[in-house]
T-cell receptor, first 113, second 114 residues
């Protein structure tokens, strides 16, 4: 059982669709993160949750909506996306302590048509 | 605001040759520094980190990085690379006040050839 599991691994959606990305961590961590990875660009921190409270919302468009129902699960709800939102979305978890190591999932590859 | 610059998008090198992957950061406060590695079709994994103390930090697989405060650099080095080191390497920084907020560079792809 891997530490951080993301589903689906691949997702193709139209601009009018609504879909969700799911992340689950089995490491007993109390913080979870969403990052966006686009080709040739730095990873972009999108959201951070600590103990199910959002502590960071990094100027992300409202068409991305995070949800953290408990410390083990994190969702990213997607609606009316744009083609430029196509990217690899990475989930990570950690202990919410100074300089804690982030443990990443394998990512969900999103393509918006 | 903090930022991380990895000037080399790709570094090709022959097996058993030495390699250096460059990383420079900008920050107005004290920082923590990290190198993460991403193998094909996998998530990122922590390779090594600098928190305080000795400016030279090492990983278990032979990589090392040196924190240079005056040059605001944290370059990654390995004296002899293996084919299995082929991967994407990301430098990252966080400041000590909001250390959960990790800012990454754009990555350097290390391509080791036989």
């Amino acid at each position: 059982e891997t530490g951080v599991t993301q589903t689906p691994r691949h997702l193709v959606m139209g601009m009018t669709n609504k879909k969700s990305l799911k992340c689950e961590q089995h490491l007993g961590h109390n913080a979870m993160y969403w990052y966006k990875q686009s080709a040739k660009k730095p990873l972009e921190l999108m959201f951070v949750y600590s103990l199910e409270e959002r502590v960071e919302n990094n100027s992300v468009p409202s068409r991305f909506s995070p949800e953290c129902p408990n410390s083990s699960h994190l969702f990213l709800h997607l609606h009316t996306l744009q083609p430029e939102d196509s990217a690899l979305y990475l989930c990570a978890s950690s202990q919410f302590t100074a300089a804690a190591e982030l443990f990443f999932g394998e990512g969900s590859r999103l393509t918006v048509l | 605001a903090q930022s991380v610059t990895q000037l080399d998008s790709q570094v090709p090198v022959f097996e058993e040759a030495p390699v250096e992957l460059r990383c420079n950061y900008s920050s107005s406060v004290s920082v923590y520094l990290f190198w993460y590695v991403q193998y094909p079709n996998q998530g990122l994994q922590l390779l090594l980190k600098y928190l305080s103390g000795s400016t030279l930090v090492e990983s278990i697989n032979g990589f090392e990085a040196e924190f240079n405060k005056s040059q605001t650099s944290f370059h990654l080095r390995k004296p002899s690379v293996h084919i299995s080191d082929t991967a994407e390497y990301f430098c990252a920084v966080s400041d000590m006040d909001s250390s959960y907020k990790l800012i990454f560079g754009s990555g350097t792809r290390l391509l080791v050839r036989p």
